[in-house]
């Protein structure tokens, strides 16, 4: 394989690496973003806030 030949083949790994990088980045915003939807839609005011944080620190360990 020449230099050339290498250099093409890094450069396709490196832009489908980015390409993946966005599309798990996406996917995890549009969870998050359905998840506090959710909740604001069921608990108002200061409550949100309890519920969003009883979300976070449940969802730390993977529950």
């Known amino acids: 394989m020449s230099a050339r030949a290498d ?3 890094k450069t ?8 993946l990088l966005v599309l798990i980045i996406g996917i995890i ?3 998050g973003y359905g998840d506090v939807s ?3 839609s069921e608990h ?5 806030w ?7 620190f ?3 360990s993977g529950a």
């Open 50 to 56: 309890r519920a969003l944080a009883r979300h976070i």
């Open 7 to 9: 250099a093409i083949f």
């Open 44 to 48: 108002s005011g200061a409550d949100f």
């Open 58 to 60: 449940k969802n730390l």
């Open 38 to 40: 959710r909740l604001a």
């Open 29 to 31: 915003l549009h969870k």
């Open 12 to 19: 396709v790994l490196q832009i489908v690496a980015i390409a």
